[in-house]
């Protein structure tokens, strides 16, 4: 079972997302709300839940207010050792040792990263606010306490091309992680990147340059026996 978690307040601005246009206005879950998801997933599964985790998805579970991320951990704990634990995704530079032994404590036992590049200029004219280094570093930190790794990749980001798509594959492999997932940048109204779309400055890949290259990624981590996770996991 899922929770999306939003980020409201999130103080970064990356191109590609609507976020802080929409802040206050997303619903965010409480203690109740994940009690009542994970009873209905207690009682769809039945007796297939030791192979379900509760999933926190929404991209920067430890960056968000640290009271409100324990409320939403604590109502986990009654159900927690019916499930095979708890899978959450977040930001790479939203890492380090205290954090992710927090994280343990609690059962978590898979934590994605946003990476979306490995190509720094990509990241920065996306104003992502965490560079390739802060992938890495947060990499070794997961890989550490012996949690389940996932990288998140974002394809034809402005500034970014086929070379430097395939270059942050290379590099996810180098990382060795568990699963990925790859994202095919999608232009959303009121963002920065629909701006630099409608003053020409960023084209996006064509749907069969996009497939083409996918393709090509797909192979590339099931040769290196990395899992791909599709959305709904
Ligand atoms: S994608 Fe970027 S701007 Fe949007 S919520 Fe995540 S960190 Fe904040």
Redesign the pocket.
């Known amino acids: 079972m899922a929770l999306f978690i939003p980020?409201n307040g999130?103080p970064?601005?990356?191109t590609?997302?609507n976020?802080?246009n929409i802040v206050g206005q997303a619903y965010q879950p409480n203690a109740d709300d994940v009690t009542n998801a994970v009873k209905i997933a207690v009682d769809s599964l039945k007796e297939n839940t030791k192979e379900a985790e509760i999933a926190f998805f929404g991209?920067?579970f430890t960056a968000i207010d640290r009271e409100y991320m324990l409320e939403l951990l604590d109502a986990t704990k009654p159900f927690i050792n019916s499930f095979k634990g708890i899978r959450l995704s977040t930001?790479p530079d939203c890492i380090d040792d205290e954090i992710v032994s927090l994280l343990k404590s609690y059962k978590v036992t898979s934590i994605e990263l946003?990476a979306q590049s490995m190509d720094d200029e990509v990241l920065k004219l996306n104003e992502?606010?965490h560079t390739a280094d802060d992938v890495r570093n947060a990499c070794r930190i997961i890989k550490n306490y012996g949690i389940s790794l996932g990288l998140q990749m974002m394809t034809g980001l402005y500034g970014s091309d086929f070379y430097k798509d395939i270059y942050t594959a290379d590099e996810f492999i180098k990382l060795r992680p568990d699963t990925v997932r790859i994202y095919p940048t999608v232009i959303m109204q009121d963002t920065e990147l629909a701006n630099l779309y409608n003053s020409k400055k960023f084209i996006p890949y064509t749907l069969e340059q996009s497939v083409e290259l996918c393709s090509k990624l797909i192979l590339k981590f099931k040769s290196e026996n990395i899992r791909i996770i599709r959305l709904g996991l």
């Open positions: 980020h999130c970064h601005k990356c590609f997302c976020q802080r991209g920067s930001r946003g992502r606010g």
